[in-house]
């Protein structure tokens, strides 16, 4: 096939689908090289991929713009069906490759779209205007100043924190070697538009090189990642992003606010990133993580983070050339510099070999060799604390202000003090957690058998529990209490809980002086518990513990809420209301209780577990709840689309930060308070119906056996995609032992995505009102935010397909209760909001999800193939086969999630 001739073929893909044009152009680009590569790999390869998308994207235009959506199976999906089926399962996996290939491929085209749109506002912002409009947290700022007065808007953006906090939780199905391929093509994408004649040909031939062997490389990691090698991912992500990203916010802010003057005055905005991590310290429920892995990954964090600060304070130093008699030193930076030379004449007597006359430069040189000391333990010289090099750093920075070298003093040296106000030399705060089950579990065997084993041996999981405060412990001491003090319980039933812990961690010391300064954080996450949560944060406050730590925190108190197991227990519809109720509530009893609230969100990227855009979610909370502090859980594959980019991370930091200080906007507040009290009836209504409707389906004898076969559930349990089990390990006999991101992460296989509406359809039908269902989306933030969030899940679903994944449970029952339900949701979905088809006036979000479809149809169908022989052949299959079916599916999810991207 000749150029020309692929590249009409991959044009021909898009017809009908209104792209923007440089989007448009980089995913023809991308399929017509795809094809290149596999035309080049084999031919038979080629044709089966084209005919297989010819036939879907026929069938999915026709059933796109019908009112049910593509609900029966046409011509063209038959066709698509049976030609799968005449394929060996090593022809499926192949075909399997080259369209998870051309996810992440399209996946890039569109990271490098919104990156390309962010750059034309930034061009297109008049530096004469009031306010950066590409800018979201200038318009909060300057919208709150407008409604709150400059001083209460100064004051609350000095309370300013965005604290996301990484987790291993297992919804990233792309391993490592993959990631890097597609960084690389990435840098390819973004340097072609300035390449021409040789180069761009060069270009290409590099692009058709990754692309050849992303299709050659298995999809799917040859081991599981252990707790330590997880940290990667944050180092990962620190390094290419964060470290450099996150002091750009901050100036951006600074050049709004004060034009000309920035970076020559003092700076306004303040250090508000503090990122946090579960990784290598959530433990509940993952015996790979212990006390020594701990102490492990605290280690990682801290050298990396020291070293990285080392050589930026280096690189910093060198620069400041400034010789002694135009930029003279204050008295301060002499006794510094004394201060120094008697600490170590090698290390003065060496920086000031090298910038003799220069005695900022010499200063700042010995400051990064002690944070080079302070990675090597060495207790002459290193630093003890980050709080001691941010003071040598200020001092540094007062001289040159003080020499008038005031562009060098809040320039560079501002960006390092930033940089380490908001990672400190932890790099992020590590959260422990753990089940509140075994908590108590351990107290049972430690007054039976003595602390110590004094009068029996205590069991494992004791010893373990004890262990894991010691490392706490250890940590402090070692590294600095704002790397782990915060210790979450998961399942908090009652004040008992927090009790406990507090019990079980002085245990662990034989010394009291030893014990380790902790912030017990409850986690209410099943529907019970968010209906009783204030009862129980009352009887927490008369623990002399927590009375302790509130006075020693200026009663700053943290809750966290989970999003995940609530929305599995009791359906997605009545656990956002609940969800919103909870907060309402526990803000008002911190009023009443004078607590200083910090709510932390334990969101998912599937709408099924809280996903959608973070600074919608924000606006959209109850008066009281934010309070200018958002936390929030980030993983998996959010974890890339939020932070892999530095243009899109910078975008979504800001976003965040805004959202979290408009919040606080008088308009906002009222906003909310009016709108919950006023659709209180209908929110009962949806509520009640939903819930009545999803315990219905969940309780059906044999669902929970159903479910498994009708899903790839037991084969994602098989991916090497985290450290963590699928199963809370403590027995797994029905849905409630069963970890929330499998149970979301296989229904969004099966192209069903349950977890994220089932229940909403029947309580529209019942509640009636569609003209009060469409006032509230107009008027109430979390209702609009919650139906828009639903919408794109509906978009992602597929009756045709789901009807195969169903019919492997042969339950007609169940299988129609499931179908019946999509059918009414997706219509009164599509009822409120206006839309004839999903994500219709959402322009290019709903046309990229179109493109995409068919890819995905395509991959559903070899997977639910393989999976039909798995489940009704099995006994008839070799070992042989049955690997090769397995080795199928697992092939299929990586590429399913790639197409669908907010899978976990």
């Not at 993580?289 to 990682?300: D, L, M, N, P, Q």
């Not at 920086?351 to 006359?357: D, G, H, K, M, V």
């Not at 518990?529 to 406050?541: I, Q, T």
Request: aromatic share 8%.
């Amino acid at each position: 096939m000749s150029r020309a001739e692929a590249k009409a073929a991959a044009a021909k893909t898009f017809a009908g689908v209104k792209l923007p044009e440089s989007l448009r152009n980089n995913m023809e680009l991308f399929l017509r090289l795809l094809r290149e590569v596999l035309t080049e790999y084999s031919p038979e390869l080629r044709r089966d991929f084209d005919e297989l998308l010819a036939d879907l994207i026929a069938a999915d235009e026709r059933g796109v713009t019908s009112a049910t959506g593509a609900s029966e199976e046409d011509e063209s999906f038959r066709n698509a069906y049976e030609l799968t089926k005449g394929l060996t399962a090593e022809e499926q996996t192949m075909v399997t490759r080259a369209l998870t290939a051309y996810f992440h491929l399209a996946n890039l085209s569109e990271e490098n779209y919104r990156v390309e749109t962010l750059h034309d506002r930034e061009r297109a912002a008049s530096p004469e205007a009031d306010v950066d409009e590409s800018n979201a947290l200038a318009v909060a700022y300057h919208r709150l100043i407008e409604e709150a007065g400059p001083e209460k808007a100064a004051e609350l953006l000095g309370r300013l924190e965005f604290h996301p906090v990484f987790t291993a939780h297992p919804t990233e199905a792309r391993r490592k070697a993959v990631e890097g391929k597609i960084r690389r093509i990435g840098k390819l994408l973004e340097e072609r538009p300035r390449l021409g004649g040789s180069d761009l040909a060069e270009n290409e031939r590099h692009m058709l090189q990754e692309i050849d062997a992303l299709l050659r490389t298995s999809p799917i990691a040859l081991k599981k990642p252990t707790p330590v090698e997880e940290a990667d991912t944050i180092i990962d992500i620190f390094d290419n992003t964060l470290f450099d990203m996150v002091p750009q916010v901050y100036r951006r802010f600074d050049d709004w606010v004060l034009g000309d003057d920035a970076g020559k005055v003092e700076p306004v905005c303040p250090a508000f990133f503090h990122p946090g991590s579960w990784i290598g310290s959530d433990r509940d429920g993952n015996p790979n993580v212990t006390a020594k892995v701990s102490r492990e990954v605290a280690a990682k964090f801290f050298n990396h983070m020291v070293r990285t600060l080392a050589e930026k304070c280096f690189r910093v130093g060198r620069n400041l050339t400034l010789d002694a008699t135009r930029t003279k030193p204050s008295d301060e930076l002499v006794n510094l510099w004394n201060h120094q030379v008697e600490m170590s004449e090698k290390l003065t007597g060496r920086a000031e070999l090298i910038s003799e006359s220069e005695p900022h430069r010499a200063v700042m040189l010995v400051m990064a060799d002690r944070l080079k000391a302070t990675v090597k333990r060495n207790s002459d010289t290193m630093y003890h604390s980050c709080e001691e090099f941010l003071a040598d750093l200020r001092v540094v920075q007062r001289s040159l202000v003080e020499a008038g070298a005031t562009r060098a003093a809040y320039g560079p040296v501002q960006t390092l003090i930033w940089q380490a106000e908001s990672f400190g030399f932890h790099m992020v705060e590590m959260e422990f957690r753990q089940h509140s089950v075994v908590h108590s579990r351990a107290l049972a065997d430690i007054r039976e058998h003595g602390r110590n084993g004094e009068r029996g041996p205590l069991a494992p999981m004791t010893r373990e529990v004890l262990d894991t405060f010691r490392a706490l412990g250890a940590i402090q001491k070692r590294y600095g209490r704002k790397m782990a003090r915060r210790y979450i319980i998961s399942f908090t039933k009652s004040a008992q809980n927090v009790a406990d812990v507090y019990e079980l961690s002085r245990l662990a010391f034989a010394h009291p002086e030893d014990v380790p300064t902790i912030d017990v954080i409850p986690l209410f996450e099943q529907l019970e518990d968010l209906e009783g949560c204030v009862g129980v944060l009352d009887e927490m406050l008369q623990l002399p513990d927590v009375q302790r730590r509130l006075a020693q925190t200026g009663r700053k108190m943290e809750v966290m809420l989970g999003y995940s197991d609530s929305s599995k227990d009791a359906g997605p519809t009545t656990a956002t209301l609940a969800l919103h109720a909870a907060q309402e509530r526990i803000a008002n009893w911190a009023k009443k209780n004078s607590i200083d609230l910090v709510l932390m969100h334990g969101r998912g990227g599937a709408v099924g577990r809280g996903g959608g855009p973070a600074n919608r979610a924000v606006l959209a909370q109850p008066k009281g709840s934010v309070n200018c502090f958002f936390k929030v859980t980030e993983q998996g594959e959010v974890i890339f689309a939020r932070y892999g980019n530095p243009v899109l991370a910078q975008r979504h930091v800001e976003s965040v930060a805004g959202a979290t200080l408009l919040q606080s906007a008088p308009s906002v507040e009222r906003t909310n308070t009016e709108m919950t009290e006023k659709y209180a009836d209908l929110a009962k209504a949806l509520y009640d119906a939903s819930h009545e409707r999803f315990i219905d389906l969940i309780h059906t004898p044999d669902f929970a056996p159903w479910f498994s076969t009708v899903t790839p559930l037991t084969e994602v349990g098989l991916l090497p995609i985290g450290s963590r089990p699928a199963k809370r390990g403590l027995g797994a006999k029905s849905l409630d032992d069963l970890r929330t991101i499998p149970w979301v992460f296989s229904w969004s296989q099966a192209r069903i995505n349950l977890a994220a509406w089932y229940g909403l359809g029947t309580a529209c039908e019942k509640y009636g009102n569609l003209e009060g269902l469409q006032a509230a989306y107009r008027e109430w933030p979390l209702f609009s935010t919650f139906i828009d969030n639903i919408e794109m899940s509906i978009a992602k679903t597929d009756a045709r397909i789901a009807r195969h994944y169903l019919a492997l449970g042969d339950r007609d029952d169940l299988a129609k209760k499931v179908l019946d339900e999509m059918a009414l949701t997706r219509k009164w979905t599509l009822a409120i909001v206006g839309d004839e088809w999903p994500l219709q006036h959402r322009h290019v979000l709903g046309q990229a999800v179109r493109v995409r479809n068919p890819y995905v149809d395509a991959l559903s169908i070899s997977q639910v193939r393989a999976l039909t022989a798995l489940r009704e052949h099995e006994a008839e299959l070799t070992a042989e086969e049955r690997e090769l079916y397995i080795k199928l599916i697992l092939s299929t999810v990586a590429g399913v999630s790639a197409g669908l991207q907010n899978t976990g």
